[in-house]
Nanobody, 120 residues
Framework: VQLQASGGGLVQSGGSLRLSCAAS????????LGWFRQPPGKEREYVAG????????YYSDSVKDRFTIFRENDNNTVDLQMNSLKPEDTAVYFC??????????????WGQGTLVTVSS
């Protein structure tokens, strides 16, 4: 499975940004898809995930009610709509594929990351 993330950039606090990830490879629709982020000098955090069929989602407490994950199996894409952005959302964001959205440890395939910077 190959993953290509895009859509990062600079945005002001309170603004919105949408990340997109294109997935390709065999049986890509059999994988859960998710988004992780890694702020400078910190560990990678699992922020959102979606099941294979798209019917079940996971959000970390830090982004719940602000971020929404969208999966379109017809296009093999997974987007992350980010609203009400805060400076602490600044990070490199990675999309990933794994066997289940319920466990961050299940993610085995990773995209290259896209930088999101939120200015105060």
């Amino acid at each position: 499975v190959q993953l290509q993330a895009s859509g990062g950039g600079l945005v002001q606090s309170g603004g919105s940004l949408r990340l997109s990830c294109a997935a390709s490879g065999r049986f890509v629709n059999s994988y859960a898809l998710g988004w992780f982020r890694q702020p400078p000098g910190k560990e990678r955090e699992y922020v959102a995930g979606v099941s294979r069929g798209g019917g079940t989602t996971y959000y970390s407490d830090s982004v719940k009610d602000r971020f929404t994950i969208f999966r379109e199996n017809d296009n093999n894409t997974v987007d992350l709509q980010m609203n009400s952005l805060k400076p602490e959302d600044t990070a490199v964001y990675f999309c990933a594929a794994g066997t289940t959205y319920a466990s961050r440890r299940s993610y085995k395939y990773w995209g290259q990351g896209t930088l999101v910077t939120v200015s105060s």
